[in-house]
């Protein structure tokens, strides 16, 4: 694995995984800038490193166990695409979405910028579609 | 840009865009994995190229118009990541979402894997929620 890629898997493990707030710095540079990410409530913003947190707390709040796993990585000059499957419990309240406990699943793409050995910004497209059907099935359906 | 990003260029164009089926031999291979799409009936199958050609005619029908925008591309090995914006005007019925006329954008990531200078498969997530919003929004929200 080549240094950067094991950078962009620490980081999914120990940031979006673990929620270790005092490795932001180690992680993401002095901006972070957020190029496409549909659905997300900061799509489109430029980040300073307290705003990545505040981020990360809230986001996370929705599936507090939360893990991505990368399937697949492409690294081209500062950038690397990774591939990945999400889990989580849905224990948080999402705006029209309440908590309902369920397990669920998801998978996602995105492209990270790199400036150095930090994180700079992201492209990003989530299956929200299929978290969405996940959170509102009947019950029966619960974990699908 | 390197030889494998200029066909994937031109895949996008001249398959997605133009269905330009005699071309088919040309940019797939025998056989095509659908790793990962949700979404996609074809999810999980792997294709002859007689199937490809009927995934494609059957999905460039809801926008016979439609065309994909490479806007970041990172090769690694075996593997092109395609960062794409998508538009096109829904002209064409899907099951409970019946043609509006309207005009559709959408963005996405795939994963293409080649084998020689063909493409054998894709892993793939597009955001279905946001293309399913601008299919069933109220008449005044149209083209948003």
Same mark, same amino acid.
């Given at each position: 694995?080549?240094?950067?890629?094991?950078?962009?898997?620490?980081?999914?493990?120990?940031?979006?995984?673990?929620?270790?707030?005092?490795?932001?710095?180690?992680?993401?540079?002095?901006?972070?800038?957020?190029?496409?990410? +549909? %659905?997300? !409530?900061?799509? *489109? #913003?430029? @980040?300073?490193?307290?705003?990545?947190?505040?981020?990360?707390?809230?986001?996370?709040?929705?599936?507090?166990?939360?893990?991505?796993?990368?399937?697949?990585?492409?690294?081209?000059?500062?950038?690397?695409?990774?591939?990945?499957?999400?889990?989580?419990?849905?224990?948080?309240?999402? +705006? %029209?979405? !309440?908590?309902? *406990? #369920?397990? @669920?699943?998801?998978?996602?793409?995105?492209?990270?910028?790199?400036?150095?050995?930090?994180?700079?910004?992201?492209?990003?497209?989530?299956?929200?579609?299929?978290?969405?059907?996940?959170?509102?099935?009947?019950?029966?359906?619960?974990?699908?």
């Amino acid at each position: 694995m080549s240094p950067r890629k094991q950078i962009l898997h620490d980081f999914l493990h120990r940031i979006w995984g673990e929620q270790d707030l005092s490795a932001i710095p180690e992680f993401i540079a002095d901006s972070y800038i957020i190029h496409n990410d +549909p %659905g997300d !409530p900061w799509d *489109g #913003r430029t @980040l300073s490193r307290d705003e990545f947190r505040n981020r990360l707390t809230t986001s996370r709040s929705v599936a507090p166990d939360q893990r991505f796993t990368p399937v697949h990585m492409t690294e081209d000059g500062d950038r690397i695409a990774v591939a990945w499957t999400w889990e989580g419990t849905h224990l948080g309240d999402m +705006p %029209g979405l !309440p908590a309902t *406990g #369920r397990s @669920l699943r998801m998978t996602g793409l995105t492209i990270y910028f790199f400036e150095g050995n930090r994180l700079c910004g992201h492209w990003q497209v989530t299956d929200r579609l299929g978290i969405y059907r996940q959170m509102t099935a009947p019950d029966q359906n619960s974990g699908n």
